[in-house]
């Protein structure tokens, strides 16, 4: 393989964790590949505008809902996924991947569409976990996507710009309406968390993708539907990348961010000893059979973006200096 882009996110914690939480890990193969690579700093991007660069286009919404069936010509879309907002005291926090049968979200898509008809607005729920909403126009507006908001409070995560109140009230809305919802009341009842809420994220206009990849995998279902619309196999495991014949491959890690954001430190300590394990070290030694020539690391936090540049040749630059990936922290 000529080159693989590797994205990570929160593979780096902050200073006030990271070096008690990595201690004791035993990561020689991540260590050497972040010790010998050329480091460069950007601003903050997420995992999403990275896959978006990677396939050449700007917005998940329409292409994860042409993944999941729906037409979408040359439309705007937005994903519209929904979601238990767990209000404590003053916070709101976010639990993503609500449980949703097939009939309640056909049940509250139709509900939405008949109040929100008159405003251009039309759901969509081709997957119960997956939701979506065709607009005429999406204005100026920045959203976060729902991988960053989990298990955090959304007010800080609310629609921004200059179209951005038409967003908020749209949001408000939703609220009302399934806030005594048939759908929610019987879920209560079965002591199911409601679904108060829809995190709208990710929209922009349907375009072609345009990528020069030719191998894709990862440990999240987005990667797998970029893919999917690529007409591109998504690979189970990142050694079946390496020695695949392919030329450029892309590898997404989102297990960590997921520890993280449910502050389950334990959790994240895990999964880091088995990146190591599964995939660190067949990274590294590939770059040093040759059967992998060059590597790009995206480390991803919520403050910045670090990327390693990693050459074979550089791989045996063994006068480098190799600490524990507790001095990483940001």
Known sequence: MKHLHWIISDLFLPAHVMPQVSADLKLPHLEKLLARSQRSTHPARTQEELLCAAFGVNAVAPLRAQADGLVVAHEYWLCADPVHLQLQQSQAILQANVVCSEVEAATLCASLNAHFNQDGLTFFAPHPQRWYVHVGSLGEVVMHPISSVRQRDVKAYLPRGADALRWQKVINEVQML????????????????????????????ATALRTCLDAVGGDENLTAAFAQVAQLPCATSLPQILVGGAENGLWVSAALNEAWQSDDLYAWRERIQTLENNLAQAVWNALCK????????????ENSSLQFKLTRAACYKLWRRTPPLGRYAV
Not at 290 to 301: A, H
């Open 178 to 205: 399934l806030h005594g919802h048939p759908v929610n009341v019987a879920r209560e009842s079965k002591g199911q968390s409601p679904i108060n809420s829809l995190w709208i994220w990710g929209g922009g206009l």
């Open 290 to 301: 040759g059967e992998l020539q060059s590597l790009t690391l995206e480390v991803m936090s």
